[in-house]
Nanobody, 114 residues
């Protein structure tokens, strides 16, 4: 069974940057569609970005130009580079792997505050 482990979250000032990582177990990472989602307190979980197995990417409008999703199939690792962070980006960030079914990570907290 696939397991996903996120890391890289933390406290950052407005305008700062963070890079999140998501390491996947198993052998299906390279052929899976991968997503980042986030959930702020009191809000529903929302989609942030997707990267397909061919490297094609899609982004939610609220992160376009600021966040970059990428993957390293040799390391079974998904990344989310987040620049120009704002307080409204504060949330728990989750990675998701889709291959026949969805698998979620446990999440990593990102807090943007001065």
């Amino acid at each position: 069974q696939v397991q996903l482990v996120e890391s890289g979250g933390g406290l950052v000032q407005p305008g700062g940057s963070l890079r999140l990582s998501c390491v996947a177990s198993g052998s299906t990472f390279r052929i899976s569609m991968m997503d980042w989602y986030r959930q702020a307190p009191g809000n529903q979980r929302e989609w942030v970005a997707t990267i397909y197995r061919d490297g094609t990417t899609n982004y939610a409008d609220f992160v376009k130009g600021r966040f970059t999703i990428s993957r390293d199939n040799a390391k079974n690792t998904l990344y989310l580079q987040m620049n120009s962070l704002q307080p409204e980006d504060t949330a728990v960030y989750y990675c998701k792997q889709h291959f026949m079914y969805d698998t979620w990570g446990q999440g990593t907290q990102v807090t943007v505050s001065s």
